[in-house]
């Protein structure tokens, strides 16, 4: 497959990806409480047959958001989610692997873990994390390096134009594949982590 033109030398780009290990059939948009999952979510993540790199997740809704950044208007959001611009987010405390956190954004109104754009997304997704009174120290976004080359890509498909990696990340000594929120700078500064690990964290969506 070839990669897509990048305007920015230093930046990596979404690339266009025929791997695709997972499925679903949009389900009617979900109300739920806030502190409360999905009455429709299985108890437990269904398993999948992944015939390629998890982390290369690509699925039908991939690619929804927009690439330029957020739209101005604002809309109305599920009861228990928060509205921002254009976007509705939910932040769940369960902890979960990347890729299965991923997938229950996916199963959710068919969103994926959060995209942070701007700072200013940024600085309303560690309020949304902070107000939620969690004493969780990394919540999971959607960042992460398929490829393992250290080049990122956000898993709906929007450009990495925006950064904010806390000190010393991303880590060329213990490098992670997947991005975390830290607790340390108040959920506004990213690090890489091992994707294994289990954080709780943030889906965002279009209603």
């Known amino acids: ?18 791997c695709m290990f997972f499925t679903c059939t949009p389900k009617p948009k979900m109300q739920f409480k806030k502190k409360e999952k999905p ?34 208007a604002r809309i109305s959001c599920p009861e228990g989610t928060n509205a921002y611009r254009s976007y509705c987010y939910y932040f769940n405390e369960d902890r979960e ?3 299965d956190a991923e997938l229950y954004c996916q199963y959710m109104n068919s969103g994926n873990l959060v995209s ?6 940024g600085t309303f997704v560690a309020s949304l994390i902070k107000e939620s009174g969690t004493d969780d120290f990394n919540v999971w976004i959607g960042l992460h390096d398929p490829k393992k080359n250290r080049c990122w890509h956000w898993s709906s498909g929007s450009l990495v134009s925006y950064k904010s990696w806390d000190i010393g990340a991303p880590s060329s000594t213990n490098p992670g594949y997947c991005v975390s929120l830290t607790s340390s700078s108040g959920f506004k500064r990213w690090r890489d982590v091992p994707c294994e690990d289990k954080f709780s964290f943030v889906c965002k969506f279009k209603n």
């Open 39 to 72: 009455q429709n979510l299985p108890p437990h993540l269904p398993a999948f047959t992944l015939p390629c790199d998890p982390l290369l997740i690509v699925s039908s809704f991939s690619g929804q958001e927009a690439q330029t950044g957020l739209p101005q």
């Open 116 to 121: 942070v754009l701007t700072q200013s997304e």
């Open 97 to 99: 692997t990347w890729v």
């Open 1 to 18: 497959m070839g990669r897509k033109a990048a305007h920015n030398t230093a930046m990596c780009v979404p690339m266009q990806q025929s």
